[in-house]
């Protein structure tokens, strides 16, 4: 068993865990739930060894120690997926795979692969050893992820939002692959906000709220409005608001587009619509956005905003047009990470703060906060650190500094990936 015993971790005015206690029975899927920003990055960052408890001890099997090191997690057999993915883009699968591990003194690339190609083959994965990461659609980077973890014979094996990347066929063969490990004994910490998820895989969930310990239910005993109303406080009756607005005048056309991988891309955007584009992962719906936003080039065709045709050769161009784009990839497209909260949220719309070579510092900060206040961002403060925050926070300060330009037309890619219940229904409500 892995138990969590008053565990307590605090940040500068901020509580991320306040007296935590938690139990993992052996052999068991647990699922992890709560809002961004409820405390679940922090513990398993505990678990891993990561982070250090302010108070608290962590027991496994005979073991009871007041902190732990990722060497010794390992060494106990725990091995983490965390939401982010870790790997090194310029290796090949193999090597990521078996990137840290003893081997023997002559190295052997042969080797690897050949242990690596076992696993696929044990577990039906459809990857090359030898293909450079960086190479790889996120889906198949997500199953390196997996790979690294499985094949360390982990005892205990946390995934953090492990669907986020993955299309429907991938989600199912990951269900596989959890029932397998627990059929071995593999004890699994699942945390995702797709509730479906949490009742086809899971034997147990667990709840936290604001960095406290709320309840541990029986998966079949609850339902999915019970763990939505212990997740936020609160009884949220609807997730998605009624559509009333009025549909007008085109005012984004796009003619046979083609460029960034994808070729002849027709539609026409109304005022006042919400223009949904589904396919699989790799389809082609990212790449689209991107072209159109400024971030890939057009190789033929044509686009026109409002009646005008223009040429978007970079975001500048596209948000000068009133075009934004909230990107699938938080961290690498639509954060700077070691930038406050008050200067992402701002970012674009810096200009609305100039008056006479001034900048109206009080305005700025007045419409961050109104944005943060709107998400419910979990942070001290605007001069946070958007790198400190928790992956769904993140998210939120995405979303806060699209909005915040008064734009036009806006792409949303993915806006709900790694966002709570309750978030998730305010983001439909501004959509």
């Not at 790997?87 to 050949?114: C, D, M, W």
């Not at 396919?279 to 719906?285: F, P, Q, W, Y």
């Not at 943060?372 to 300060?397: E, H, M, W, Y």
């Not at 699209?402 to 959509?431: N, S």
Request: net charge neutral; aromatic share 6%; glycine share 8%.
């Amino acid at each position: 068993m892995l138990s969590l015993k008053n565990i307590t971790k605090t940040y500068p005015g901020v509580i991320a865990l306040n007296d935590v206690s938690l139990d993992f029975e052996d052999g068991k899927v647990h699922a992890l739930l709560g809002e961004n920003g409820a405390g679940k990055s922090t513990l398993i960052k505990i678990i891993a060894g990561a982070l250090t408890p302010d108070s608290g001890v962590i027991c496994i099997s005979d073991s009871v120690c007041a902190r732990i090191t990722p060497h010794t997690a390992r060494n106990f057999g725990i091995a983490v997926i965390y939401q982010e993915q870790n790997l090194v883009g310029s290796l090949t699968v193999a090597e990521n795979i078996y990137l840290g591990r003893p081997q023997s003194k002559l190295f052997s690339h042969r080797l690897i692969e050949q242990q690596a190609h076992s696993l696929f083959d044990e577990y039906g994965f459809k990857l090359n050893p030898r293909s450079m990461v960086m190479s790889l659609s996120p889906a198949d980077q997500q199953l390196v992820e997996i790979c690294k973890a499985i094949s360390n014979d982990a005892k205990y094996i946390i995934m953090d939002e492990p669907t986020a990347s993955l299309a429907s066929h991938e989600v199912e063969m990951l269900f596989r692959i959890i029932r397998n490990l627990k059929a071995r004994g593999v004890t699994v910490i699942y945390i995702s906000h797709r509730l479906d998820e949490v009742f086809e895989v899971t034997d147990t969930v667990s709840i936290l709220r604001d960095g406290e310990f709320v309840k541990k239910l029986a998966t079949e005993e609850t339902n999915r409005q019970e763990l939505v109303n212990l997740m936020v406080g609160r009884e949220l009756t609807e997730n998605y608001p009624p559509r009333e607005s009025v549909i007008g005048e085109v005012v984004l056309k796009a003619d046979k587009l083609s460029g960034n991988s994808v070729e002849n891309i027709s539609f026409e955007l109304r005022r006042g619509e919400i223009l949904g584009f589904a396919g699989l992962v790799g389809s082609g719906r990212t790449e689209t956005a991107q072209l159109i936003c400024g971030a890939a080039n057009v190789t033929s065709g044509s686009l026109t905003v409002n009646g005008k045709a223009v040429k978007l050769r970079s975001p500048t161009d596209t948000i000068r047009a009133g075009i934004g784009l909230i990107p699938e990839d938080r961290k690498q497209q639509g954060l700077i990470l070691h930038n406050s909260i008050l200067f992402n949220i701002t970012l674009i719309c810096n200009d609305k703060f100039f008056r006479w070579g001034l900048i109206l510092n009080k305005l700025r900060k007045a419409v961050a906060q109104r944005f943060c206040d709107t998400f419910r961002i979990k942070a001290p403060g605007l001069n946070q650190q958007t790198l400190n925050l928790s992956g769904g926070n993140q998210q939120k300060v995405v979303l806060a500094k699209t909005l915040a330009a008064d734009l036009e037309i806006i792409f949303l890619d993915e806006p709900t990936r790694g966002i709570d219940v309750g978030a998730k229904q305010e983001i439909y409500q501004l959509m």
